[in-house]
């Protein structure tokens, strides 16, 4: 079993920048595609990255390329959301989730966080 918490969300102005975290406990994060999606009020849950359980693959959503960047740090246990260049149009919950599949689809990810909270104003 495995348990994530997602931390470093916030409000910040468009143009800003944050960094999310999410820590992992358990044994097979290391083994994990870690995956981030968001949910905005009254919007489906959206894939925003990927990134291999070595970190050699990763991929992004076309809404966020060039913006966000996915880091893992194995030996923290920890998934890194770098997003720069914010949008209003990328205020959502941030949740951090796990997977044994590189995927962009959420119905594959078999562990979730609770979810961080970013707040883009215009």
């Known amino acids: 079993q495995v348990q994530l918490v997602e931390s470093g969300g916030g409000l910040v102005q468009a143009g800003g920048s944050l960094r999310l975290s999410c820590a992992a406990s358990?044994?097979?994060?290391?083994?994990?595609?870690m995956g981030w999606f968001r949910q905005a009020p009254g919007k489906e849950r959206e894939f925003v990255a990927v990134?291999?359980?070595?970190?050699?693959?990763?991929y992004y959503a076309d809404s966020v390329k060039g913006r966000f960047t996915v880091s893992r740090d194995n030996a923290k246990n920890t998934v890194y959301l770098q997003m720069n260049s914010l949008k209003p149009e990328d205020t959502a919950v941030y949740y951090c989730?796990?997977?044994?599949?590189?995927?962009?689809?959420?119905?594959?990810?078999?562990?979730w966080g609770q979810g961080t909270q970013v707040t883009v104003s215009s």
């Open positions: 990134i291999s359980w070595s970190g050699g693959r990763i």
């Open positions: 989730a796990g997977s044994d599949y590189f995927s962009t689809a959420s119905d594959e990810y078999d562990y």
């Open positions: 358990g044994r097979t994060f290391s083994r994990s595609a």
